[in-house]
């Protein structure tokens, strides 16, 4: 078997994940039930409200695809970075899942350079209020800044209405603009 049965009863396929089997609600409750960095935070910290706050600071343009920068992981998990580095397989297939993704929601093909940099801004945002002190450098933190506000983690439930809120959000104003 290489499908999983999603929260809306979909039958989502790995092998073959098309844009038609991709629901925003299957994605917000599996980004508010996934916590980020393994789980190894102070408070359970989800994808969910990673993912809200992302499309915070990027310019409203592309606040949907910030908000879906990690959508992928509703259906393959949030996997640590150096750990993901040695699992060629999964990236392969979480670069199909994102794909599907991506067209279903009409974004562009690859991350945009905007929230690209935002993601690392909530990195290290994260590491400083969500994980243990830790004085050894990250190089993918080298010359980013955290925001000057502090991220209080909130409850999955909270983190999934907060996500589906801003989702209908901005969908509503591209569909007004339109």
Request: with cysteine.
């Amino acid at each position: 078997m290489s499908w999983i049965l999603t929260a809306s009863g979909r039958h989502f396929s790995y092998l073959d994940p098309r844009p038609d089997d991709i629901d925003i609600l299957d994605i917000a409750q599996g980004l508010a039930n996934e916590c980020r960095y393994a789980g190894h935070t102070r408070a359970f910290y989800s994808v969910a409200q990673h993912a809200w706050l992302t499309s915070q600071i990027v310019p409203r343009p592309l606040a949907l695809e910030a908000l879906l920068h990690d959508a992928s992981e509703a259906y393959c998990k949030d996997i640590p970075k150096p750990l993901k580095e040695l699992l060629p397989d999964y990236r392969e297939i979480e670069a199909r899942v994102d794909g599907a993704i991506r067209a279903r929601f009409n974004l562009p093909l690859r991350m945009s350079e905007d929230v690209h940099r935002a993601d690392l801004i909530l990195l290290a945002t994260e590491r400083r209020d969500l994980m243990r002190a830790d004085s050894t450098p990250w190089a993918i933190l080298a010359g980013v800044e955290a925001l000057p506000r502090k991220i209080v983690a909130v409850q999955p439930s909270r983190a999934q209405a907060m996500f589906i809120k801003r989702y209908v959000e901005l969908t509503m104003e591209s569909r007004r603009a339109a």
